[in-house]
């Protein structure tokens, strides 16, 4: 790391990291210029700022452009800092006035890079670089978010958005696939229909080559009974699917009314409760005013013979003239209370009516859709029926007027005949093996639909138990060996949608309570265990091995045991983890395992670097 006029920083100053082995190693600070503060405002924090502003532009407290630059310089502020990603080296040149972001790949030629292609280098973002790598003082720390930012850290980690859009996508194919599926059943059946009249034609032909008039006349007889079936039954059908088009209109238009009405009861609920919230505010003054008024009251009683103001006497008649006076007002006050009273009493029965149409609103809405659904049924099944009646009649009006013309039909009819089937025969085994593939992918897509989905949570799951793992493992070294957290986050419900949500639970030997109930030392350890657990699932997901932590005051809030404590825990996380660890501290900490010592002086306005090999 190399920085110039960067912050308290005038000049160049250089601190390198390769060649020190893993370690725990204390940056403490000496503020010459006002020595009171002792290690406070030396400038220890610049060092993480300023790796910090290197690779995102800002420091851990959001400072950019000219906030980083040195207070009594105009100078060009400069940071470079020489870093491995994924096997390539880097150096990377930050200015500012002007602003320019200079990047080397492998000691190759200096290039302009823009803000994003660094950050995808990097493979990290910047709210995941300060929740796994630097843990700045006034940063806020994992267990600090709320449930709904702890479960959007989790999913930029995680890249848990592609899973949805995966099911959203199967979801398409699956409306697609359907829409395919419904296509060649109706394909089929017109098909069957033409089957059905190749074998009228066939036969005609064949009792037309073997069979006398009177047959003919007899078989003209039944065509014509059936045709006139055929056609009472297409009539039925077509009445039906009249009737149940209109019904299927009229129930839209039904839904579609309950649901308007439904807008308007939350509106009107709405206005309701804002309303309320109005007369509740205006009876709260209104209290005040009675309470002043009171008062005033007392003290006008309490008054005897002289004024505490301007130590006049005052008579009695005049006291009780100003206390009937007060009174009279103090009335008009209260009457106004009861308005108000009323006034929300009646908003809130008035509420509570429209709450109960509200909920009779959702379940005629409920019942609708579900007739809804019935009858959109009804009228698909009815459309198959009436096609293939349809293909029937056909069939049959061909073979009346066959009949009707009195032509012997050869051998060779009959052959064509037979020559013309097995064309459909084929193109039918063509539709039926279409409709088998089709289905094969709706019931692929219609599973994958959810199935995207569990594996998102599966994928949740497995990080939350290796992030429960983890900060159990950091609250053991931390002193707190009987105690355990256990996390929850996203989970599907009976009816297979998602709940989300993510919380936190602390298994104590008191009992068993939410994170937000500690407070204390308790909770500095609990916050550093989950900071720690947290950067070891971000590092593993992102597939970074970083050989710098750095954590900024951390022993806050501990007394000496619950120091020496995190010390040690931080000592072997560095060993285990092969890597360097800065704790970044305003006292100069006693500790035996420390692996070297930075220290930040301050004289004459500007910090410097003193340790070894800095």
């Given at each position: ?11 160049k ?20 210029d006002?020595?009171?503060l ?5 400038g220890?924090?610049?060092?993480i ?31 470079s ?8 080296h880097?150096?990377?040149?930050r200015h ?17 890079v ?15 670089y300060?929740?796994?790598i630097?843990?700045?003082?006034f940063?806020r720390?994992?267990?600090d978010?709320?449930?709904a930012e ?21 979801s ?12 060649l ?5 017109f ?32 065509a014509?009974t059936?045709?006139?079936s ?27 009314e309950?649901?308007?009405?439904i807008?308007e009861?939350?509106?009107?609920i709405t ?7 109005d007369f ?6 209104l209290?005040a ?11 006008l009683?309490?008054?005897v ?6 130590y006049?006497n ?8 100003v ?17 108000v009273?009323?006034?929300i009493?009646?908003?809130?029965s ?15 809405l409920?019942?609708?859709?579900l ?6 049924t009804e009228?698909?099944s ?7 009646e ?19 039909v050869?051998?060779?009819?009959v ?9 459909f025969?084929?193109k039918?085994?063509g ?7 089709v289905g ?6 219609g ?16 990080a ?6 983890d900060?159990n493992?950091s ?10 957290v256990?996390?929850?986050a996203?989970?599907?419900?009976k009816?297979?949608?998602?709940s ?5 639970m ?17 909770t500095?350890?609990?916050r550093l265990?989950g900071a720690?657990g ?23 809030f501990?007394?000496e ?19 360097q ?15 070297g ?11 410097s ?6």
């Amino acid at each position: 790391l190399v920085l110039e006029n960067f912050q308290s920083f005038s000049g160049k100053h250089e601190l390198r990291f390769r060649g020190k082995s893993p370690g725990l190693y204390l940056i403490c600070g000496d503020n010459q210029d006002e020595p009171k503060l002792g290690g406070n405002g030396a400038g220890k924090s610049t060092i993480i700022n300023a790796i910090t502003w290197a690779l995102y532009g800002k420091t851990l407290r959001g400072l950019k452009a000219s906030n980083i630059r040195t207070w009594s310089s105009e100078e060009t502020v400069k940071v470079s800092l020489e870093f491995v990603s994924f096997g390539v080296h880097y150096t990377l040149n930050r200015h500012w006035n002007p602003v320019r972001l200079e990047l080397m790949r492998d000691m190759n030629k200096k290039e302009i890079v823009t803000q994003e292609e660094l950050e995808d280098i990097i493979g990290l973002s910047y709210e995941q670089y300060s929740l796994s790598i630097a843990h700045g003082q006034f940063n806020r720390m994992f267990l600090d978010l709320s449930p709904a930012e702890k479960l959007t850290v989790f999913g930029s980690v995680l890249n848990l958005d592609r899973w949805l859009e995966c099911s959203d996508k199967a979801s398409t194919y699956t409306k697609t696939y359907h829409s395919k599926l419904e296509g060649l059943e109706r394909e089929k059946a017109f098909i069957s229909g033409r089957m059905e009249e190749i074998d009228g034609a066939i036969e005609r032909a064949e009792t037309k080559r073997d069979k006398n008039r009177e047959f003919r006349a007899q078989e003209l007889g039944k065509a014509n009974t059936e045709l006139e079936s055929c056609l009472r039954t297409i009539a039925g059908f077509s009445t039906k699917l009249a009737a149940d088009s209109v019904g299927l209109a009229n129930i839209q238009v039904k839904r579609d009314e309950i649901s308007g009405l439904i807008k308007e009861k939350q509106v009107a609920i709405t206005t309701m409760v804002d309303e309320k919230k109005d007369f509740e505010r205006e009876k709260r003054v209104l209290e005040a005013d009675d309470k002043k008024y009171r008062d005033e009251i007392i003290r006008l009683r309490q008054m005897v013979g002289t004024c505490s103001l301007c130590y006049q006497n005052v008579p009695h008649e005049h006291i009780r003239t100003v206390v009937d006076a007060v009174q009279a007002q103090r009335k008009e006050v209260i009457a106004l209370i009861a308005q108000v009273m009323t006034a929300i009493n009646d908003i809130s029965s008035a509420e509570q009516v429209e709450r109960s149409v509200l909920e009779e609103l959702s379940n005629q809405l409920r019942e609708v859709t579900l007739e809804y659904n019935t009858l959109y049924t009804e009228v698909s099944s009815l459309k198959v029926n009436l096609a293939r009646e349809e293909s029937k009649k056909l069939y049959l009006e061909q073979k009346v007027l066959e009949l009707s013309q009195d032509i012997v039909v050869d051998n060779e009819d009959v052959e064509a005949a037979k020559r013309n089937k097995t064309k459909f025969i084929a193109k039918l085994d063509g539709i039926k093996h279409s409709i088998e593939e089709v289905g094969r992918y709706l019931d692929t897509y219609g599973w994958w639909v959810k199935g995207f989905k569990r594996v998102r949570l599966g994928i949740i799951n497995g990080a939350i138990n290796r992030l429960t793992l983890d900060i159990n493992n950091s609250l053991a070294s931390l002193g707190l060996p009987s105690w355990t957290v256990q996390c929850s986050a996203e989970k599907e419900t009976k009816s297979g949608t998602i709940s989300k949500e993510f919380n936190i639970m602390v298994n104590s030997p008191s009992g068993q309570f939410p994170w937000e109930a500690w407070s204390g030392g308790e909770t500095q350890r609990l916050r550093l265990a989950g900071a720690m657990g947290l950067a070891n699932t971000i590092l593993d997901f992102k597939g970074i091995k970083s050989n710098v932590e750095f954590y900024d005051e951390p022993t806050n809030f501990l007394d000496e045991e619950g120091i020496v404590m995190l010390l040690t825990a931080l000592q072997n996380r560095a060993i285990i983890e092969n890597k360097q660890i800065y704790i970044i501290d305003h006292r100069s900490l006693e500790f035996g395992g420390f692996s070297g010592r930075i220290n930040v002086i301050k004289t004459q306005g500007a910090s410097s670097l003193y340790g070894v090999d800095i």
